[in-house]
T-cell receptor, first 115, second 116 residues
Framework: EAGVVQSPRYKIIEKKQPVAFWCNPI?????LYWYRQNLGQGPELLIRYENEEAVDDSQLPKDRFSAERLKGVDSTLKIQPAELGDSAVYLCASSSPRSNTGELFFGEGSRLTVL | AQSVTQPDIHITVSEGASLELRCNYS??????LFWYVQSPGQGLQLLLKYFSGDTLVQGIKGFEAEFKRSQSSFNLRKPSVHWSDAAEYFC??????????????FGSGTRLSIRP
């Protein structure tokens, strides 16, 4: 079984530029999460999807961040324009509807550096 | 408010020594509890989880954790660490009642170093 796939693994951009991250969850996992992990910190939830519906986006900075999961499978997280403080690792995770305890399966993350 | 605290930022233990990493949470009921491990440049991997039943849970790689309701704690233990256990460890808490999937929040992590 393939795991959660994220791309790109690394991205370096200048501030004010846009950037997008892509995530393909494990097949059959209807819940998808985007987390941001700053250096030396734990992951912080940005947005949670159930199928194509964003059920928790309270921590997503909506002035510059957007996300979509149009067909309830893969998802894209976008930042426009990027700021220096956005440098972090962006983690995607998914969970199965059969796991009502919420066990998460993580991708390897996309490391963003904003110069 | 719901929160999870890992009071130790960095711990160093000798190879072969025992290990205990601390985790405390704040919540009005019993949450779901997890420990994840993150090796450098890697995603997070689940070590173990607790959601009900026996308060001592066994996980992968020889780790175990004990849920203590009275202390709101879920400490991770290993009787004898190996050099390959050097990594970042995250305690996570899931709060039941949110739709079909839990809201999961993470502690700030404890970095484990192994002394040869």
């Amino acid at each position: 079984e393939a795991g959660v796939v994220q791309s790109p693994r690394y991205k370096i951009i200048e501030k004010k530029q846009p950037v997008a991250f892509w995530c393909n969850p494990i097949s059959g996992h209807n819940t998808l999460y985007w987390y941001r992990q700053n250096l030396g910190q734990g992951p912080e939830l940005l947005i949670r999807y159930e199928n194509e519906e964003a059920v928790d986006d309270s921590q997503l900075p909506k002035d510059r961040f957007s996300a979509e999961r149009l067909k309830g499978v893969d998802s894209t997280l976008k930042i426009q324009p990027a700021e220096l403080g956005d440098s972090a690792v962006y983690l995607c995770a998914s969970s199965s509807p059969r796991s009502n305890t919420g066990e998460l399966f993580f991708g390897e993350g996309s490391r963003l550096t904003v110069l | 408010a719901q929160s999870v605290t890992q009071p130790d930022i960095h711990i160093t233990v000798s190879e072969g020594a025992s290990l205990e990493l601390r985790c405390n949470y704040s919540y009005g009921a019993t949450p779901y509890l997890f420990w994840y491990v993150q090796s450098p440049g890697q995603g997070l991997q689940l070590l173990l989880k607790y959601f009900s039943g026996d308060t001592l849970v066994q996980g992968i790689k020889g780790f175990e954790a004990e849920f203590k309701r009275s202390q709101s704690s879920f400490n991770l233990r290993k009787p004898s660490v190996h050099w390959s256990d050097a990594a970042e460890y995250f305690c996570a808490v899931g709060f039941p009642g949110y739709s079909s999937a839990s809201k999961i929040i993470f502690g700030s992590g404890t970095r484990l170093s192994i002394r040869p």
